[in-house]
């Protein structure tokens, strides 16, 4: 009579073929998981910006210190202003665009900001800002002129 014997374990070639395996799954994964941060990160900041934008029409339109209120944008910043009845601008707040992200060629939008008119939240022109890694890596974000604001 034959007794078998159980064999338990691996041997070296399956386990060299698993890590194989793994590797070449982590090779692809890794540069499309920093692709996918790098968008992310891309979303959240113009979302911002957007957000910065309607916080600004909205005190124009609430008529905040009886003003007009704007966004004025830089390469890498971006400041909320207020433009009093009398003509004179103050920089209220500054935000810094980090991680590589920065606006790239604003066109359309006047000295480089866009300015709500007190109590109707309109511009005076329709503007585009494009922020962004590169111009092949960005979003835009327009503003109607009747106060529109769209990513």
């Given at each position: ?45 113009a ?34 202003y ?48 494009d ?11 327009t ?9």
């Amino acid at each position: 009579m034959k007794t078998t014997v159980a064999q338990n374990g691996v041997t070296a070639v399956e386990l060299m073929v698993v890590i194989s395996i793994i590797g070449f799954l982590a090779v692809i994964a890794v540069p499309s998981y920093a692709t996918m941060r790098q968008n992310l990160e891309l979303n959240n900041r113009a979302q911002q910006i957007v957000g910065d934008l309607r916080l600004v029409q909205n005190r124009a339109i609430s008529s905040q210190n009886d003003s007009s209120h704007g966004v004025r944008f830089e390469q890498n910043r971006y400041f909320l202003y207020e433009v009093d009845q009398g003509g004179a601008t103050t920089d209220k707040e500054t935000r810094m665009l980090e991680g590589g992200i920065t606006i790239i060629l604003p066109v359309g939008i006047p000295s480089e900001s866009v300015l709500f008119t007190r109590l109707f939240g309109t511009t005076s022109a329709s503007a585009q800002v494009d922020v962004g890694f590169s111009a092949s890596n960005k979003k835009t974000i327009t503003v109607d002129p009747i106060g529109k604001i769209s990513q």
